[in-house]
Nanobody, 117 residues
Framework: QVQVVESGGGLVQPGGSLKLSCAASGFTVNTYKMNWYRQAPGKEREWIADINPVALGGRTDYADNVRGRFAVSRDDGTNTVSLQMNSLKPEDTAIYYC????????WGRGTQITVSS
């Protein structure tokens, strides 16, 4: 069964850090572009970061509002993609989703991040 499962969410103070994980099964993460999205309350889901497959050099891309603060990485040994989030702001509060097209779109259930003092 092809699926992705996010973990690592929680409550963090402004300026803090969190690391999310996306555990994949049924496919190999290093052969597909893996994406991170988020959806804040009352807003549409937005793409925030991706990591390209090894065949395309593993390049990472970021939305302007997270570039320099977030970093995507991949662990082939555990078939997992991670999102390291630093310098978190209240506006980063959202449900964070892992996504891949294999070719059908696969979404995880999401993990909640709340940035608040």
């Amino acid at each position: 069964q092809v699926q992705v499962v996010e973990s690592g969410g929680g409550l963090v103070q402004p300026g803090g850090s969190l690391k999310l994980s996306c555990a994949a099964s049924g496919f190999t993460v290093n052969t597909y572009k893996m994406n991170w999205y988020r959806q804040a309350p009352g807003k549409e889901r937005e793409w925030i970061a991706d990591i390209n497959p090894v065949a395309l050099g593993g390049r990472t891309d970021y939305a302007d509002n997270v570039r320099g603060r977030f970093a995507v990485s991949r662990d082939d040994g555990t078939n997992t993609v991670s999102l390291q989030m630093n310098s978190l702001k209240p506006e980063d509060t959202a449900i964070y989703y892992c996504h891949v097209r294999v070719p059908q779109a696969i979404w995880g259930r999401g993990t909640q991040i709340t940035v608040s003092s």
